[in-house]
């Protein structure tokens, strides 16, 4: 078994001991054997440090953002990550002290993790005590959005790539240049203000754009297939879903939302089967095809899947009974990186449990839809190949479109689907996207960096440990 010598080195919990790279918290050899009362203190401890983790993860914005402007150099934003995951770690380690077995290991844990922030702060801390003033933390992540905001172009913009200590796979990456392609691929309202970050990748609407172009027909002749269409918004900014976009310039087809707010659809667009209520894959499936039927559609265009549940149980049933769609737009559990292979089998008790209960919502959400692997496996068999990954979502086309479109594909081997993957990975804010690692019981950078057979097992402990019953996971 190949391990990195620094994994195995935390793998022995030794990790401490290695001054730069930061800790896994909790420590990976207790990933997925926290007891459960440990578990149940960790989680107490949530709301309280909610806001701080918001903070950090607003912190990783502004400094992707300002990277992205050059008002940041690549360096720059490096040292800023590496304070704000000094930070993460030092809220981790309070909220898991649990975990340690004798309140010396946590003293000693806490006063290293306490250096090591200190050390990476890039702005003076006053306090006696930084690491246990929460005012003075929260003043300086103030004072750093702010800064990011207001500082001077400095040179070339760039994305912002994790450091090695905190990544050390990301190590060595070519380090993506932002260009005149760029364009704002997702926001955050937060509390010093809104941010906005930016990909090189294709929106959805461009790309339906091209095929139309490509097939010399127009927009309002494209058609959509959309499960999950919320409230039926675009974006304004950012691309929130290309299929809705498609329906607003005229494009035909069908949305399926189990929200009730999608009510408000029925009367929105002339060309769309609007159906409002959760459904099972095999009816989403039987609806699709009668709607389609009706009126007298072929081929679908755009297969566009974010349920936030058992996304592939609905894409499976759905390219098993259509032909095959020339787009397929797809949400992705992007914790587990591959060749993991999980997958959230459907049942109808858990649809909509991510809209209504807090605690159970963000907790599943480690566990919810399906790995890029699963996705990947399933898009092969029915002709689809890999053409974009990004923080959210996964993109596929058809071959036979690639070729018209004459675009790069990503290639199926695991090495350049891992590649892929990273490339989202190692970019922030994608560690702390939408509050992810705030909830985490693992800590995620961990399968990252493990070699494939590492990786593999630790997945597997982890989904034995926490995972839920109705899904499966395996390499
Ligand atoms: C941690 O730091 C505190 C305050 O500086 C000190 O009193 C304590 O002895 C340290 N604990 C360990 C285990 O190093
Ligand atoms: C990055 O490059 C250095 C120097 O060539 C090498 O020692 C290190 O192992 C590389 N890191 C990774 C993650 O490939
Ligand atoms: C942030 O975005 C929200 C929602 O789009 C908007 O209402 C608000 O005015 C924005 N705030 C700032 C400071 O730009």
Not at 340 to 347: D, T
């Amino acid at each position: 078994m190949a391990v990195r010598p620094w994994l195995m080195r935390c793998m022995v919990g030794t990790c401490l001991a290695s001054p730069s790279f930061l800790p896994y918290c909790p420590p990976v050899e207790l990933l997925g054997f926290l007891t459960e009362e440990c578990q149940a203190a960790a989680a107490l401890k949530e709301g309280m440090m909610l806001s701080f983790y918001g903070h950090i993860e607003e912190l990783e914005w502004a400094a992707a953002e300002a990277a992205s402007a050059g008002r940041l150099t690549m360096r720059e934003a490096q040292d800023l990550l590496s304070f704000t995951e000094s930070l993460n770690l030092m809220l981790c380690i309070s909220r898991h002290r649990c975990a340690f077995s004798t309140v010396d290991d946590f003293q000693l844990a806490w006063n290293e993790t306490c250096d090591r922030l200190l050390s990476r702060a890039p702005v003076a801390f006053s306090s006696e005590s930084p690491c246990r003033d929460g005012n003075e933390l929260m003043a300086v992540m103030g004072r750093l959005v702010h800064k990011l905001q207001s500082a001077d172009v400095a040179q070339a913009s760039t994305q912002a790539v994790y450091p090695a200590d905190v990544a050390p796979v990301c190590q060595n990456r070519s380090q993506p240049h932002v260009t005149k392609r760029s364009r704002p691929l997702l926001f955050l309202q937060g509390t010093y203000g809104n941010h906005t970050v930016s990909s090189v990748s294709l929106s959805i609407l461009e790309l339906v754009e091209a095929l139309a172009t490509a097939q010399n027909r127009i927009m309002s002749d494209m058609v959509s297939v959309n499960l999950g269409a919320h409230d039926g918004s675009c974006g304004d900014a950012v691309e929130m879903d290309g299929a809705n976009c498609l329906f607003d310039r005229g494009g035909r087809g069908v949305a399926i939302e189990g929200l009730e707010l999608a009510q408000a659809l029925h009367s929105r667009w002339k060309d769309v089967e609007v159906h409002v209520g959760y459904v099972s894959p095999e009816e989403a499936s039987e609806l699709v095809r009668m709607s389609l039927r009706k009126r007298e559609i072929q081929e679908v265009d755009l297969l566009k899947i974010d349920l936030d549940h058992a996304d592939c149980d609905f894409g499976r049933r759905l390219l098993e009974d259509l032909p095959p769609p020339a787009i397929l737009h797809v949400e992705y559990n992007r914790l587990l990186p591959p060749p993991v292979r999980y997958r959230e089998y459907f049942a109808f008790k858990k649809a909509g449990l991510m809209g209504t209960s807090w605690r159970e919502g963000r907790q599943m959400a480690h566990w919810a839809g399906c790995s890029l692997q699963s996705w990947q496996d399933l898009a092969q068999v029915h002709q689809l190949e890999l053409f974009q990954v990004t923080w959210m979502d996964l993109t596929f086309l058809r071959r036979d479109v690639a070729a018209l479109l004459d675009v790069a594909l990503i290639a199926p081997e695991p090495s350049q689907i891992f590649t892929a993957w990273l490339d989202s990975f190692c970019v922030a804010p994608s560690r702390h996207l939408y509050g992810h690692q705030a909830f985490a019981s693992w800590d995620l950078r961990a399968l990252a960096d493990a070699d494939v057979d590492v990786r593999c097992s630790l997945a597997r402990r982890l989904w034995r440990g926490e995972g839920p019953r109705g899904s499966e996971l395996y390499c």
